[in-house]
């Protein structure tokens, strides 16, 4: 990883997508200290044209940040889209097909309104056997909460902690869409929307970019003194219908990807002093905690009760705010997860610092786990 | 399908079991993940307990008129799940483990599916 950007996260009506993704790529180059005729391929991670009424998205992209006549890939996994662009791009220079890949992650949803915007999503549900019934993605998780609630005794009120961590660190991230911070009353009190879940357990609808740039690592000692390392990658899948699935209360799909990472990069969850999760859902957080291994099965809740996934716990997890209160522009979500671990292992975080930071996790989901990467990073 | 379809009316649930490897499936489908196209009906059970379930009370966009709705999954008899909707039952008494069975549900004149309802207690 030799450069990262980020646009602001938000209701980004005063822009389009391509001027988004541009908001995020020019600081990345300026970063690497590079110019895009330096870059020798793209990724591009939009997860659906459907939100920009623009087929082909990813050329749009391309072409708009100047990277002309370079091989342009574009890559999707929904709400994954980014990570499998990082992942995809990692693959391009250790195949030895380019040497400095541009990730651009980038997604407008806000304009189509929360009711279109839950159902285009609810269409990425089998549509034949699943998405009839009105299952949205809250409902997914929400069937997950009821069911980790029956067998762990996870409470209503460990699944509000979750969004107030959230909203606490997302209120210190000047690139977040929700800077605000929330009291335990007010995320227990808030709307229902799928029941146990309310309005402060699910993810926001966002607009926003990020950008990486990732070299080989001999060009990545030329381009920075302070280069972060990929050490360890790792990606699995699940069935289309959650209704197969033989365990509602975690993802198969993370505890596999985590395997893979963890085993590549020679580490243990122990070892993992700063991590991004998916946490679409506040029930999503707590069991990541437990698929990756940052606590026993079924004590996800305990764990953020405890205060252990906030800095100065065992494990800060989401500390720029999360998919709750950063924003979850799907396309952009694992590269923004990838920028923010950057920032950490550079100790470039300001008050959101976890001080001393040496290897990070990110864990990116798409679906409810048909897509999931996790990947390792130390400085 | 249009045997599950024609079953469902009859009240009956029917499934798709791999020749091969003996792979069951429900709802069915017409290829084994095992790579085994010959997959033969079977009829599944339509009596169960309530496995998790949501109240929806934000829905998709073209499920807005339904709303309210109950989304559950069931484990069937014979362990197989489904996803339907629920209802004959108040969200406040919804609860884990709550026997249910499986019942067509005619939408419109050419729309049929199934949902749960709570098993009928004979007194």
């Known amino acids: 990883m030799v450069g990262i950007g980020h646009a602001k996260f938000g209701k980004r009506t005063d822009t389009t997508i391509r001027e988004l993704a541009h908001e995020a790529v020019r600081p990345s180059l300026e970063d690497a200290g590079i110019t895009a005729s330096e870059i020798d391929a793209s990724v591009i991670g939009v997860a659906s044209g459907v939100w920009a009424a623009q087929a082909s998205p990813g050329a749009l992209i391309h072409d708009y940040v ?55 999503m609810a269409r ?19 069937l997950m909460a009821t069911r980790h609630m029956h067998e762990f005794g996870t409470t209503r009120m460990q699944l509000s902690m979750v969004s ?33 879940l309310n ?20 060009k990545a000692k030329k381009i920075t003194d302070t280069p972060v390392w990929i050490t360890g990658l790792g990606s699995a899948s699940d069935t289309m219908m959650i209704s197969e699935r033989p365990s509602l209360t975690g993802l198969v799909a993370s505890r596999l990807a985590a395997e893979q990472a963890y085993k590549m990069a020679r580490v243990t969850p122990n070892d993992i002093d700063v991590a991004c999760t998916h946490d679409c859902f506040s ?8 698929d990756l291994g940052f606590c026993k099965k079924g004590e996800g809740g305990k764990f953020i009760d405890e205060g252990q996934s906030y800095i100065g716990g065992k494990v800060p997890t989401n500390v720029d705010g999360g998919l709750k209160s950063k924003g979850h522009p799907l396309g952009a979500t694992g590269v923004s997860m990838t920028v923010e671990i950057t920032k950490q292992l550079r100790g470039e975080a300001g008050k959101r610092q976890v001080n001393g930071a040496q290897i990070g996790l990110t864990h990116n989901v798409g679906e409810t786990g048909q897509y999931c990467f996790v990947h390792i990073y130390t400085r | 399908m249009v045997k599950f379809t024609e079953a469902l009316k009859q009240g009956k649930l029917m499934g798709a079991k791999c020749k091969k490897c003996g792979e069951k499936y429900l709802p069915p489908r017409a290829h084994c993940r095992c790579g085994s196209h010959e997959v033969e009906w079977y009829e599944a059970p339509t009596r169960g307990k309530l496995f998790s379930y949501t109240l929806v009370t934000f829905p998709p966009d073209s499920m807005t008129k339904y709303a309210p709705y109950i989304v559950a999954v069931a484990e069937l008899e014979d362990g ?7 209802t004959g039952v108040s969200p406040k008494t919804l609860q884990v483990g709550l026997p249910v069975q499986v019942v067509p549900h005619q939408i419109s004149e050419d729309r049929i599916a199934y949902k749960f309802k709570p098993e009928q207690t004979t007194v």
């Open chain 1, 66 to 120: 100047g990277l002309g006549n370079k091989p342009m890939f574009r890559v999707e996994a929904a709400c994954a889209t980014g990570s499998a662009g990082i992942q995809t791009a990692w693959s391009l220079i250790k195949a030895g097909l380019a040497e400095v890949v541009m990730v651009i992650g980038a997604e407008t949803m806000t304009h189509v309104g929360t009711s279109m915007a839950t159902e285009w």
């Open chain 1, 124 to 142: 990425a549900c089998d549509t034949r056997w699943e998405y009839p019934f009105g299952i949205t993605f809250p409902g997914s998780y929400a």
């Open chain 1, 164 to 196: 107030v961590k959230s909203h606490k660190y997302g209120a210190m991230n000047p690139y977040a869409h929700l800077q605000k911070e929330v009291t335990l009353e007010e995320a227990m009190k808030s709307v229902p929307i799928c029941q146990p």
């Open chain 1, 199 to 218: 309005l402060y357990d699910c993810c926001l609808i966002s607009d926003g970019a990020a950008a990486a740039i990732l070299a080989s690592e001999e």
């Open chain 1, 283 to 290: 029930i999503a957080e707590i069991m990541s905690y437990e």
């Open chain 2, 80 to 86: 197989s799940r489904l996803l339907a909707h629920i």
